[in-house]
Antibody, heavy 115, light 108 residues
């Protein structure tokens, strides 16, 4: 069964950092296009970042320079390093795989930013 | 950058009724990269439709997608109780992989 399993997330102070992880199984991870999406409380889905099979990265403007996406094909995992967090980053974060739409999603993990 | 708008914002219907959800793009887009998702509270989003009209694996045939250019539609032919959720469209050809604001399909 194809799946993405997330870990990380927690509470961070404003200006702090967190690292989210997403482990894939059941599919060819190394050739997959991988994404991070979030949903803030009471809001819709917001695409954040993507990484291609060759490591090319993409970011939405609101996280550019603060968040970094990376992948480790040997571990079938990818990551979102989040720095300089603000209250605007409070959300449920999802990892996802793209193949004709985002066809596989992680279970989601809550990130809280609070002093 | 393509902007997607969805209408209505909220749709109130009863089980058994037909639901028609709209997604409009700010300029003409390739239908090959238009997707629809269902999202329920506490769950991950679920891909319903990709390429504007192709159902994803395991999606019942009461869900159908259509459209081209700037106007796209998700139709649920006969609503089941489990279909009440928020629905998003997305254009996924390239970064930014923007989602529309969503339509909340609620039970009347």
């Amino acid at each position: 069964e194809d799946q993405l399993v997330q870990s990380g997330g927690d509470v961070a102070h404003p200006g702090g950092s967190l690292r989210l992880s997403c482990a894939g199984s059941g599919f060819t991870f190394s050739s997959s296009r991988l994404h991070w999406v979030r949903q803030a409380p009471g809001k819709g889905l917001e695409w954040l970042s993507a990484i291609g099979p060759t490591g090319t990265t993409y970011y939405t403007d609101s996280v550019k320079g603060r968040f970094t996406i990376s992948r480790d094909n040997a571990k079938s995992s990818f990551y979102l390093q989040m720095n300089n967090l603000t209250v605007e980053d409070v959300a449920v974060y999802y990892c996802a795989k793209r193949s004709g739409g985002f066809d596989l999603w992680g279970q989601g993990t809550m990130v809280t930013v609070s002093s | 950058e393509i902007v997607l708008t969805q209408s209505p914002g909220t749709l109130s219907l009863s089980p058994g009724e037909r639901a028609t959800l709209s997604c409009r793009a700010s300029q003409s887009i390739s239908s090959a990269y238009l997707a629809w998702y269902q999202h329920k509270p506490g769950q991950a989003p679920r891909l319903l439709i990709f390429g504007a009209s192709s159902r994803a694996t395991g999606i019942p045939d009461r869900f159908s997608g259509s459209g081209s250019g700037t106007d796209f539609t998700l139709t649920i032919s006969r609503l089941e109780p489990e279909d009440f959720a928020v629905y998003y469209c997305q254009y996924y050809i390239a970064s930014p992989f923007t989602f529309g604001p969503g339509t909340n399909l609620e039970i009347k």
